[in-house]
């Protein structure tokens, strides 16, 4: 049997057809409707996440961290010209972009999200933006861009592969793109690498390229858009010690000083260096071990 020998009203067919699509269409707005993010969430959330799945969406976190910067030891002029810049922004004058630089755990995170401690008052709301993130930046700026708050774009943990293009995205954010910043936004990353983007040997030498320089310059321009690079050291040994006992006195304990001193520097060595994380991991461990044996002492 052909076709042409079924009795098929094609009329009929091709208006139900365009029905079930209507039909789709406007369930498809419905679903976009309720997923939308309600602005006035801006005046009672600090702290938001972008999630990139999909076409991203703006998710508030209801319990952020928010280290108090009194607590950051050893990065004292970081957090001043942190403080300051940020000043500069909620004031409507000019400020930069700013990139923390420097080895793991010396408090390039921290040091950005206790800005919220002592700003949020003022109206500075943070998004975390990750790395699969950074391919929505326009959608983001789009969002806060009438919102009369300040918004610092965070990113966290910041680099790229040698063949990631992502990079570009911040690149036009920054600066060079066709659209204009939002007044309203800043970005503020924190990377383990001053230059984000690996160098290779071969950008160097010039393997196969003509002009191995633009190569080079493109690599240190991402960089180059970011208006304040502050570098946070390895703290010293001084350092490291009074965020120990600064850290075990909280807890209104008073153990000899020179073993305290010793089992934090062996913890120290133990772990390939000293920063505030290392501090921070070393109290948790002491502490609770302390405190879990004078709970024990004191059932028997």
């Known amino acids: 049997m052909t076709l042409d020998e079924l009795n098929i009203d094609w009329a009929y067919l091709i208006e139900r057809v365009e029905q079930l699509l209507d039909m789709g269409e406007d369930y498809l707005g419905e679903k976009l409707d309720d997923n939308a993010f309600d ?7 600090r702290t938001f996440r972008w999630r990139s ?5 703006l998710t508030p976190v209801l319990y952020p961290d928010i280290p108090v910067s009194d607590a950051l030891f050893g990065i004292t002029p970081q957090l001043e010209a942190l403080r300051r810049n940020t ?3 909620l004031g409507g004058f000019p400020a930069n972009n700013i990139l923390l630089w420097g080895d793991r755990g010396t408090g ?3 040091a950005v999200k206790s800005l919220l401690g002592e700003f949020a008052a003022h109206g500075l709301r943070l998004i975390e933006v990750t790395g699969n993130g950074l ?5 983001i700026a789009a969002l806060v861009r009438e919102q009369p708050f300040f918004f610092i774009l965070f990113c966290d943990d910041l680099s790229f592969n040698a063949d990631d293009s992502s990079y570009r995205e911040l690149k036009s954010l920054l600066e060079g793109g066709v659209e ?23 950008d160097n030498r ?19 858009r970011f208006g304040i690079v502050l570098h946070l050291p390895q703290i010293d040994e001084s350092t490291y010690l009074d965020i120990v006992r600064q850290g075990v006195k909280a807890y209104d304990l008073a153990p000899d000083a020179a073993q305290l ?4 520097l062996l913890w120290a060595r133990q772990r390939g260096g000293r920063s505030g994380r290392v501090a921070r991991q070393f109290i948790a461990d002491f502490v609770g071990a302390l405190l879990l044996t004078t709970r024990a002492e004191d059932n028997n």
């Open 39 to 45: 602005p006035e969430l801006f005046a009672e959330v």
């Open 53 to 57: 799945d999909g076409h991203g969406e």
């Open 87 to 89: 000043r500069q922004f």
């Open 108 to 110: 390039k995170s921290s």
């Open 135 to 139: 391919a929505q930046l326009p959608a």
């Open 180 to 202: 204009t910043r939002p007044e309203n936004l800043l970005v503020y990353a924190t990377s383990n690498r001053r230059h984000l983007i690996p160098e290779q040997m071969s």
């Open 206 to 224: 010039g393997d196969n390229e003509i002009h191995p320089e633009e190569a080079i310059a493109e690599k240190l321009s991402l960089v180059e």
């Open 261 to 264: 001193d010793q089992a934090a």
